[in-house]
């Protein structure tokens, strides 16, 4: 893999930076289509996906679990 960078006060100027961080805001910057992104936040998943970008919620497996469990 190669590491990629941008500034942290680039992202200040994205309009995803005030609903979900500076975090997931790098993520949603840099990812792109060639990788799916695993994380535990809904919304982060909901705007990568709405990108064209592969994203699976951890939380979804997580509730099936613990329904198949009771």
């Known amino acids: 893999m190669q590491e990629r960078h ?6 200040h100027q994205s309009p995803e930076f005030i609903q979900i ?3 997931d805001t790098a993520i949603l910057q840099l990812a792109d289509a ?5 994380t ?13 970008i592969a994203a699976l919620n ?7 679990r613990i329904l198949n469990e009771q």
């Open 6 to 11: 941008l500034p942290a006060l680039d992202f």
């Open 21 to 23: 961080g500076i975090a």
């Open 34 to 38: 060639n990788y799916l992104i695993l």
């Open 40 to 52: 535990d936040d809904y919304r982060l998943a909901g705007k990568l996906e709405a990108r064209g």
């Open 58 to 64: 951890f939380n979804q497996f997580r509730l099936r």
